[in-house]
């Protein structure tokens, strides 16, 4: 089975070159790039409190550990009475009913023997009292019930600290906060938490072709829509996410925008970062002092790849065409804001499914391949390619649902055998 490298922190970056042409020679591996893009990150260390209906989705940076104990007293878990279980040992058992107890009032005083007390869902367990029987099962004439059947059932009361205890670790950090994690630091008497700085992402698009969504384009431009869609996936997986705006085909726009990306841990641009007459994110970000790692990946779609450091920020190029953009931001943007929070993408989404129709042989670039998944009566999945791979069509991108990843050199795959796929998950 295909599967990324997994992600390590403190690598050394090396081959760093100053210009671009130094990078067209060599084309990296999707692998090797992806443990430059990932060496050196040291995770965030600026920490904030926030509101629990605030916090899906952040990473936690302390520990929750629990203010108190939950349940805080023994607990009733139906309608009924609470009783002494020997005194209902043998039936019909007639008992006086002494006091009530109801979920946020205790009864003050206690049962004894031949005595009972009538109990809501929630309520304490008088003391004295150590079993529930439930209503259905009690006949009932003024101060007097009798227990006419029934076995006493002790899940009926629920343990003084069955849930967690105080000082219990109930939520460890880093991690991200699920519903089910915030539903437990709730209960454990949090009403906010320390969470991690999200890695603040600027977006910047380039070219003189592109208008903003909801502009009618002129002849010669189309709309632009990357940052939309790798904007929504980083936000996803945890980033603040700035769309600074379309840099044009100039060195003056693209540096005015890059000035307005100063404060973001990562810049990443969409678009221009290939050699041609037109592609001057390289450049003009070498002039102002970048650090070029490397720029191209042997990889479709997706190749003209850049990253590069620019003092503390860490520079992103990817491709113009949208599937080569939401491909690569995914591969390289996703792993590197998770690595920013804390929490390495350790379990890579890669299975194998069945090939619908026989592949043909790979060439000198990983190939990703769109196309849909369904479930196999036989179990598994069973994947078929869409027909159209050009990586500027957004429609196939949105209808498939996974990847075939296709190793680079892989050879003919026969319809019916396995192939490694990854989940489409943004």
Known sequence: ????????????????????????????????????????????????????????????????????????????????????????????????????????????????????????????????????????????????????????????????????????????????????????????????????????????????????????????????SNPYGVGAMLEAFGAEVTFVGIAKDTRESLAALLDQAHGADVVITLGGASVGDHDLVGPVLQDRGMALDFWKIAMRPGKPLMFGRLGAQRILGLPGNPVSSMITARLFAVPLVLALLGIPESAQPWQQAVTAVALTANGARAHYMRATAVGSPHGGLVVTPVDNQDSSLITPLATANVLIVRPIGAPVVVKGALVPVMALDF
Do not use: W
Request: charged share 15%; proline share 7%.
């Open 1 to 224: 089975m295909v599967s990324l490298v997994p992600i390590r922190r403190h690598f050394v970056i090396v081959a760093r070159c100053n210009t671009m042409a130094d990078k067209t020679k060599t084309a990296l591996t999707v692998e090797e790039a992806l443990v430059r893009v990932l060496g050196d990150v040291i995770p965030l260390s600026d920490f904030e409190n926030v509101g629990l209906m605030t916090a899906r989705g952040r990473v936690l940076a302390a520990p929750v550990t629990a203010r108190h104990t939950q349940p805080p007293f023994n607990a009733s878990a139906m309608d009924g009475y609470a009783v002494r279980a020997c005194d209902v040992a043998a039936l019909p058992a007639t008992l006086t009913v002494v006091g009530e107890a109801a979920a946020g009032r205790a009864f003050g005083g206690g049962v004894d023997v031949g005595q009972a007390a009538r109990i809501f869902t929630g309520a304490p367990v008088p003391a004295g009292a150590d079993a529930i029987v439930i209503q259905e099962n009690v006949a009932r004439v003024g101060p007097q019930i009798t227990v006419v059947s029934g076995a006493v059932d002790p899940e009926h009361v629920r343990p003084l600290g069955g849930d967690f205890r105080l000082g219990a670790l109930l939520v460890a950090p880093e991690q991200k906060l699920t519903a089910r994690a915030l539903l437990l630091a709730a209960a454990g008497g949090y009403g906010t938490v320390v969470v991690r700085r999200r890695p603040r992402v600027a977006l910047i698009a380039t070219g003189d072709e592109l208008v903003l969504p909801g502009t009618m384009p002129a002849q010669s431009q189309i709309v632009c």
